[in-house]
């Protein structure tokens, strides 16, 4: 489990490449054949970095439980298997595997006529794991050994018995949250490049895509964004701190059948001074908060959330008009400041900006999880204790009490009267989000252009499946308050009055937002006037938080009769509000 790749990584042709790519498909190494293969919890426990329920799922022989074994579990396989699987002289040759015991006895009659001797056997020299694209695409993240099979060790125990607990590499830049800075190859502790993990995931889940003229990926590690990009953007460029993330990036990009990206090897914005702006740049920076730079995958090398602070207010400067940067993100939090207000003030002028609070751990829980992904834990107690007290040493100089995690995007638009929203969402969400990003800076640009006058002139409909909830008292004639719940996207809540349950009850599209205010208020027999003068502030925050959805004027014909703008049983704080 401790052997990490070889220093000489593989090298394909584009078409032997395809020949791989092809028997892979094949033999069903793909998600949905590994999900089949392992079952749902040996799956689950693979992506955590376990491998004993998968080693215990693969002790047949077929095809796919070779290439499980070989690429995944990273175990020798005999080579008659290989082959029976692989155009294995050619993956060979290409460097994608190596041959361990005996040495080949090309020529003999033992050697079968595929050049294996007795007891030889094959094993891979970088990770190959199936990743699903969109639309069901297959695809194949390309990275080191042993750091996706580490267990509970964490990354540390990916290195080979003996080898020292600290890697020594500090760093400042962008070497991506899927670049490690473990090794046992000869002290070069800045190299290793991690595969595809939650972060990745996610950040790819958040991405608005469409199609772009160039993209960005900053901080590349083995390039599953650019993987995603290359889907949109007629021209991806992909940047990292480390030459050897960029080829496993290559090789990714390669393996995957994907446009190949330009690569340029630097540190945060460097190697994109000087170009054309970009109308998406994506980072899953190293955004750990640490003392020091002990991993280069992880930790940013800059005081604090420097790093993170830098990408955002760098990034206007590399953004065309309309175009996002989204990123991943961990911030302080400061005794004497609010988090909000700290991690807005790096928005640049001219951007909008959404900044959503995923999660918050005081600095003892913060400081125990890194610990715990470089394996210290497992070591010499005195020298966890020492790493424990150098991380709370660090915050306690910085007044750091906790540290938030989240996301980061960015638009750029030039307006005069920026939105900048930052908010603390805990709860579960729907990925993929990128269209709720994008219809979240859409629904900005309106509430920023409509007056209250003319919002009362627009149409607006319910969002797909929002339900109303009432809460109260069991039996209670009335409920104490009444909750509009979303069921997609970011599933948010808010409590509504009576009138605002109402009035997203009824939003169809059919009529403007005055016309059932007043009919609204022709049945409770309130004022209209009044109604009209004080709920825009109501309709704005569910226009806000994608409750509803302003539609084109001219898209509907006469609204239908007033009697229609009320539930039929007519009572507005009944009933569901969806769609």
Same mark, same amino acid.
């Given at each position: 489990?401790?052997?990490?790749?070889?220093?000489?990584?593989?090298?394909?042709?584009?078409?032997?490449?395809?020949?791989?790519?092809?028997?892979?498909?094949?033999?069903?190494?793909?998600? $949905?054949?590994?999900?089949?293969?392992?079952?749902?919890?040996?799956?689950?426990?693979?992506?955590?970095?376990?491998?004993?329920?998968?080693?215990?799922?693969?002790?047949?022989?077929?095809?796919?439980?070779?290439?499980?074994?070989?690429?995944?579990?990273?175990?020798?396989?005999?080579?008659?298997?290989?082959?029976?699987?692989?155009?294995?002289?050619?993956?060979?040759?290409?460097?994608?595997?190596?041959?361990?015991?005996?040495?080949?006895?090309?020529?003999?009659?033992?050697?079968?006529?595929?050049?294996?001797?007795?007891?030889?056997?094959?094993?891979?020299?970088?990770?190959?794991?199936?990743?699903?694209?969109?639309?069901?695409?297959?695809?194949?993240?390309?990275?080191?050994?042993?750091?996706?099979?580490?267990?509970?060790?964490?990354?540390?125990?990916?290195?080979?018995?003996?080898?020292?607990?600290?890697?020594?590499?500090?760093?400042?830049?962008?070497?991506?949250?899927?670049?490690?800075?473990?090794?046992?190859?000869?002290? $070069?502790?800045?190299?290793?490049?991690?595969?595809?993990?939650?972060?990745?995931?996610?950040?790819?889940?958040?991405?608005?895509?469409?199609?772009?003229?160039?993209?960005?990926?900053?901080?590349?590690?083995?390039?599953?964004?650019?993987?995603?990009?290359?889907?949109?953007?007629?021209?991806?460029?992909?940047?990292?701190?480390?030459?050897?993330?960029?080829?496993?990036?290559?090789?990714?990009?390669?393996?995957?059948?994907?446009?190949?990206?330009?690569?340029?090897?630097?540190?945060?914005?460097?190697?994109?001074?000087?170009?054309?702006?970009?109308?998406?740049?994506?980072?899953?920076?190293?955004?750990?908060?640490?003392?020091?730079?002990?991993?280069?995958?992880?930790?940013?090398?800059?005081?604090?959330?420097?790093?993170?602070?830098?990408?955002?207010?760098?990034?206007?400067?590399?953004?065309?008009?309309?175009?996002?940067?989204?990123?991943?993100?961990?911030?302080?939090?400061?005794?004497?400041?609010?988090?909000?207000?700290?991690?807005?003030?790096?928005?640049?002028?001219?951007? $909008?900006?959404?900044?959503?609070?995923?999660?918050?751990?005081?600095?003892?829980?913060?400081?125990?999880?890194?610990?715990?992904?470089?394996?210290?834990?497992?070591?010499?107690?005195?020298?966890?204790?020492?790493?424990?007290?150098?991380?709370?040493?660090?915050?306690?100089?910085?007044?750091?009490?906790?540290?938030?995690?989240?996301?980061?995007?960015?638009?750029?638009?030039?307006?005069?009267?920026?939105?900048?929203?930052?908010?603390?969402?805990?709860?579960?969400?729907?990925?993929?989000?990128?269209?709720?990003?994008?219809?979240?800076?859409?629904?900005?640009?309106?509430?920023?252009?409509?007056?209250?006058?003319?919002?009362?002139?627009?149409?607006?409909?319910?969002?797909?499946?929002?339900?109303?909830?009432?809460?109260?008292?069991?039996?209670?004639?009335?409920?104490?308050?009444?909750?509009?719940?979303?069921?997609?996207?970011?599933?948010?809540?808010?409590?509504?009055?009576?009138?605002?349950?109402?009035?997203?009850?009824?939003?169809?599209?059919?009529?403007?937002?005055?016309?059932?205010?007043?009919?609204?208020?022709?049945?409770?027999?309130?004022?209209?006037?009044?109604?009209?003068?004080?709920?825009?502030?109501?309709?704005?925050?569910?226009?806000?938080?994608?409750?509803?959805?302003?539609? $084109?004027?001219?898209?509907?014909?006469?609204?239908?009769?007033?009697?229609?703008?009320?539930?039929?049983?007519?009572?507005?704080?009944?009933?569901?509000?969806?769609?």
């Amino acid at each position: 489990m401790g052997r990490v790749s070889t220093d000489a990584l593989p090298e394909p042709a584009d078409e032997s490449t395809r020949r791989l790519r092809e028997a892979l498909r094949t033999a069903r190494f793909t998600a $949905d054949g590994l999900l089949e293969l392992l079952g749902a919890p040996a799956y689950a426990a693979l992506a955590r970095g376990e491998t004993v329920p998968a080693l215990r799922a693969t002790r047949g022989e077929g095809p796919l439980e070779t290439l499980v074994r070989l690429f995944l579990l990273q175990q020798p396989v005999p080579y008659d298997s290989a082959h029976s699987v692989l155009p294995v002289e050619e993956a060979l040759a290409d460097r994608w595997l190596e041959r361990v015991g005996e040495a080949p006895e090309r020529g003999s009659e033992d050697g079968g006529g595929h050049g294996a001797g007795p007891g030889a056997s094959v094993r891979a020299t970088v990770d190959v794991r199936p990743y699903s694209g969109p639309e069901d695409q297959d695809w194949w993240i390309v990275s080191d050994l042993g750091c996706a099979v580490g267990g509970a060790g964490g990354i540390g125990s990916a290195r080979d018995p003996g080898t020292s607990a600290t890697s020594g590499s500090a760093t400042s830049g962008t070497s991506g949250s899927d670049t490690s800075a473990t090794s046992d190859r000869g002290g $070069d502790a800045a190299s290793l490049v991690l595969g595809v993990g939650g972060a990745s995931t996610t950040l790819a889940g958040i991405t608005v895509r469409g199609p772009v003229a160039r993209a960005l990926d900053l901080g590349t590690g083995s390039g599953i964004q650019a993987l995603h990009a290359g889907r949109s953007a007629t021209q991806v460029t992909a940047t990292d701190l480390n030459p050897r993330a960029l080829h496993m990036t290559r090789l990714t990009l390669a393996l995957s059948g994907a446009p190949a990206a330009e690569l340029r090897e630097g540190s945060l914005f460097e190697p994109a001074e000087g170009e054309e702006p970009y109308d998406l740049i994506v980072s899953n920076p190293p955004f750990v908060i640490s003392p020091g730079a002990r991993l280069t995958y992880r930790d940013g090398g800059m005081a604090g959330d420097a790093l993170c602070r830098t990408l955002v207010e760098r990034s206007a400067a590399h953004l065309a008009p309309g175009g996002y940067c989204q990123l991943l993100a961990n911030w302080e939090h400061r005794a004497d400041e609010d988090w909000r207000e700290r991690v807005s003030s790096w928005v640049p002028a001219g951007c $909008d900006a959404w900044i959503v609070q995923r999660e918050v751990q005081d600095v003892t829980q913060y400081a125990e999880l890194w610990l715990r992904d470089a394996g210290d834990h497992l070591r010499d107690p005195a020298t966890y204790a020492a790493h424990y007290d150098a991380w709370l040493e660090e915050f306690e100089a910085r007044g750091t009490k906790a540290v938030g995690f989240g996301w980061i995007t960015l638009r750029r638009t030039e307006a005069e009267r920026p939105s900048v929203l930052a908010e603390e969402w805990p709860h579960p969400v729907e990925q993929p989000l990128g269209e709720v990003v994008r219809s979240h800076f859409e629904r900005q640009d309106f509430l920023r252009e409509t007056s209250d006058a003319a919002l009362l002139e627009h149409r607006f409909v319910l969002a797909d499946e929002v339900v109303q909830e009432q809460v109260g008292l069991p039996g209670a004639e009335d409920p104490e308050y009444v909750v509009l719940r979303q069921n997609r996207g970011m599933r948010r809540a808010t409590t509504v009055d009576t009138v605002g349950a109402g009035f997203a009850g009824v939003c169809d599209g059919t009529l403007s937002a005055g016309r059932i205010l007043d009919a609204i208020g022709q049945l409770l027999g309130e004022d209209p006037a009044e109604l009209r003068a004080r709920t825009p502030e109501s309709i704005r925050l569910l226009v806000e938080q994608g409750f509803l959805t302003p539609v $084109d004027a001219g898209q509907f014909g006469p609204g239908a009769a007033v009697k229609n703008a009320v539930p039929g049983d007519g009572n507005l704080g009944n009933g569901v509000a969806g769609a």
